[in-house]
């Protein structure tokens, strides 16, 4: 008489739960790809179009908000068809740099065939690359100017004016010496031109900036844990132990715009 088989024998013999694997995974994964180094070698990849198609996305990333939130309006209104249109056509171009990440995913973390998800991991993952950019260029104004400077926009005036002081002062009729102090009592003010043309120009640099921002906010997620967490949201999307992989990155994103700009306004208001 052959035996009964234990519940433990059966559990044995049961196939082993991928998912749960794949997130037996993640710290070895962010370990590999999110330190220093690890993210030096993914954004080898950021060398070419993408440093035009990552400065195109920050500027159409309020669209992809807005579009974001109109799939949310037309599901509550029992339109599926229009939003999963919009689900299927987002307003932001896909970047070699979210290729290479996506592929090391699939290729290392989730089960084959389970990658849904990762378009939204990518937008995901490039806004906190802005909020880096964001970050960096409020400290620097706060040490540089003593100014709230959330982004380029804001950041842009307080270097207008310095640059004009620089040139006043130089230009002093009576030396360079007595310019300072003449112009620490009567600061000079940037023209209009040289505002907007600063505007512009460090528009353009902190969104090209934005390409490369991970190789420093890649380590500090990873240090903190935020890669991690992200990693296993994209794990519990692709099971189906979530509703989806929510995106709550790129809405921090817009906040600190939303933030540059009032800065922006209020110091064109005072002056």
Not at 20 to 33: E, G, I, N, P, W
Not at 78 to 97: C, G, K, N, Q
Not at 225 to 243: D, F, N, P, Y
Request: proline share 6%; hydrophobic share 50%.
């Amino acid at each position: 008489m052959e035996p009964v088989a234990t519940a433990e024998a059966l559990t044995d013999l049961a196939p082993p739960d991928p998912f749960a694997a794949a997130r037996a995974r993640v710290d070895a994964f962010c370990d590999r790809h999110f330190t220093f180094r690890g993210s030096l070698r993914l954004h080898r990849a950021a060398l070419g179009w993408d440093l035009l198609r990552a400065p195109a996305n920050v500027v159409l990333a309020p669209l992809q908000i807005l579009s974001r939130l109109g799939q949310m309006l037309l599901r509550a209104l029992r339109l599926r068809r229009p939003a999963d249109w919009l689900a299927r056509h987002p307003l932001v171009f896909e970047t070699d740099l979210s290729d290479r990440v996506a592929a090391h995913i699939r290729a290392e973390l989730l089960p084959e065939g389970a990658e849904p998800h990762l378009p939204a991991y990518a937008e995901s993952r490039g806004a906190m690359a802005e909020l880096a950019t964001q970050i960096g260029t409020l400290g620097t104004g706060a040490v540089l100017f003593k100014s709230l400077t959330p982004g380029m926009l804001s950041f842009a005036p307080a270097v207008a004016l310095g640059v004009a002081q620089s040139a006043a002062i130089a230009a002093f009729p009576l030396g360079a010496m007595l310019g300072s102090g003449w112009y620490a009592l009567f600061p000079a003010a940037a023209s209009t031109g040289l505002t907007a043309g600063t505007m512009l120009g460090f528009a353009a640099f902190g969104a090209l900036l934005t390409a490369f921002a991970g190789v420093i906010a890649d380590p500090i997620q990873r240090r903190l844990g935020i890669h991690q967490r992200r990693l296993l949201r994209l794990i519990a999307a692709a099971e189906g132990r979530a509703r989806g992989f929510s995106a709550r990155e790129p809405y921090l994103a817009r906040l600190g715009d939303a933030a540059d700009l009032a800065a922006t306004l209020t110091k064109a208001f005072r002056s």
